[in-house]
């Protein structure tokens, strides 16, 4: 029975020629990278849902070496291609959905968005980033329960100290 692999990996910093060389190590591989993220899509031929596993684990594994996927897709090729006919829709957000959501400017909310905890755009189209609302809203409870409820900086907590500063007379 034929498979369809789909392997999901974090790889900060790969270049074109990385990606390409994967895509040559890979042969009849679909292999794509964009911020930061690599997926590789392949065919494996095998009798069960673990051996396919197994084959594409290996295949990918030895042409991306140290990296480990973080997602794992094993479809029939059939049913993987009738999935890709038919997507389900994405929830989608960009930057003034987010102002709006967090009650705040485009602006304070393109500054947001530009920290490193904030989760990683699924896209930049020419209107600019965009998100998905669950891992935006993922990102909001997170925020909101670590912030300052007087806003600014988050406080410095200082160990108490028991002697005071003595100057010398």
């Known amino acids: 029975m034929t ?30 990278y964009a911020a930061g993220r690599l997926r590789i899509q392949l065919e494996v031929e095998a009798a069960t849902l673990k051996s396919a596993a197994d084959s594409a684990l290996r295949t990918a594994g030895a042409a991306t070496g140290l990296l480990k996927p973080n997602r794992l897709q094993i479809l029939p090729t ?44 699924v896209a930049t189209i020419a209107s600019g980033r ?15 329960a670590t912030r300052s409820p007087l806003g600014g900086r988050q406080r410095r907590h200082l160990a108490p100290t028991s002697e005071k500063a003595t100057t010398p007379s």
């Open 78 to 121: 059939d049913e993987f291609i009738d999935q890709a006919l038919r997507p389900e829709p994405l929830d989608l957000i960009g930057i003034t959905e987010i102002a709006a959501e967090f009650g705040f400017s485009r602006q304070r909310a393109g500054k947001l968005a530009d920290s490193p905890d904030f989760p990683a755009p």
């Open 130 to 144: 965009i998100y998905t609302r669950a891992s935006v809203k993922a990102f909001q409870q997170r925020w909101e």
């Open 3 to 32: 498979w369809t692999a789909e392997l999901h990996y974090t790889a900060v910093g790969l270049t074109d020629s990385d990606t390409k060389a994967l895509a040559k190590a890979l042969a009849g591989a679909d292999v794509a």
